[in-house]
């Protein structure tokens, strides 16, 4: 049961997950749910900026040095305490290949900084787990289960899947949605054997929400990746505008079930968070209703 407006997000991204991810909506979903926290951060919590973004690329080298999680009173908070432990083994979906991760460089409580004191209410959903392909879960994922942020910064998967050379080679090279969604998303039916840019920066954060797909947004740092993997849809759109505003895949993760093709006319839903909305009025952040941004 969801304790504050927070956990109402990780709860609509936890329900809505096997219809947002891998699918057609994933991009018009998640730009909707991040304007949408924006939003909320300024209406409820008399927040003035705007929602910033993680470069990936900046921080391959040393992601617990970077000003996003280096522990001061500006950053997400700290990496994790050290735990010594295995690597994450992740089991692909379609072809059921094995990514085996190298460990991070913590995987206990954050340390210090903002967020070392933060509850995690939400979870676990499907929790990937050190040395085993199994991922852990509890009876009712939304039941409230109190327990420390804890993050396992990996420089190993950032190196690999979130570098400069990542991010433009996808955004050059793939001209269609077609190529471009499945390869950003790690789709193992079309690009097997990858996590994408999207899946890496999940797993360079790691820990307790932040492994666990399905609640991933109880980790604060989730909103700063997800923006980021906005701005890269962004810039990739804006290099061909009129002709980027299409989607690719159906309604359920990677087709399973069988579903029909989505289209720009299917809605967005994120009830009780805000009104649905037609996946074509998300195409263009600068239309003024219901987006109006742009990344600098």
Not at 197 to 208: A, L
Request: glycine fraction near 10%; charged fraction near 20%.
């Amino acid at each position: 049961m969801a304790k504050s407006l927070y956990d109402d997000f990780v709860a609509v991204h936890y329900t809505s997950f096997r219809n947002t991810h891998l699918t057609a909506s994933f991009f018009a979903w998640h730009r909707y749910y991040l304007a949408t926290f924006e939003q909320k951060l300024r209406t409820e919590c008399a927040y003035k900026g705007a929602l910033p973004y993680w470069e990936w690329g900046l921080d391959i080298n040393d992601p617990a040095a970077s000003p996003v999680f280096d522990g001061s009173e500006t950053s997400l908070g700290s990496d994790g305490a050290f735990i010594p432990h295995d690597g994450l083994r992740l089991r692909q979906p379609f072809s059921n290949n094995l990514i085996v991760l190298e460990p991070g460089s913590g995987g206990g409580c954050v340390k210090s900084g903002p967020f070392s004191k933060m509850v995690v209410h939400i979870g676990p959903a499907a929790l990937a787990q050190y040395g085993t392909d199994k991922p852990f879960n509890v009876t009712d994922p939304l039941e409230d289960l109190p327990r420390c942020l804890k993050r396992d910064l990996n420089k190993h998967v950032a190196a690999k899947y979130c570098s400069f050379r990542n991010t433009t080679n996808l955004i050059t090279q793939q001209k269609t949605i077609e190529t471009f969604a499945p390869l950003l998303q790690g789709d193992d039916r079309f690009f097997p054997n990858t996590l994408g840019v999207h899946g890496g920066g999940h797993f360079i954060i790691g820990g307790d929400p932040g492994a666990d797909g399905l609640i991933a947004p109880g980790d604060p740092a989730f909103w700063v990746h997800q923006a980021q993997v906005d701005r890269v849809y962004w810039i990739w759109q804006n290099l061909d505008f009129a002709n980027r505003q299409g989607v690719f895949g159906t309604f359920s993760l990677q087709d399973n079930p069988k579903s029909p093709n989505g289209s720009v006319d299917d809605l967005i839903d994120l009830t009780p968070l805000t009104r649905p909305v037609k996946i074509k009025d998300l195409m263009n952040t600068v239309g003024g209703t219901p987006l109006c941004y742009m990344y600098e």
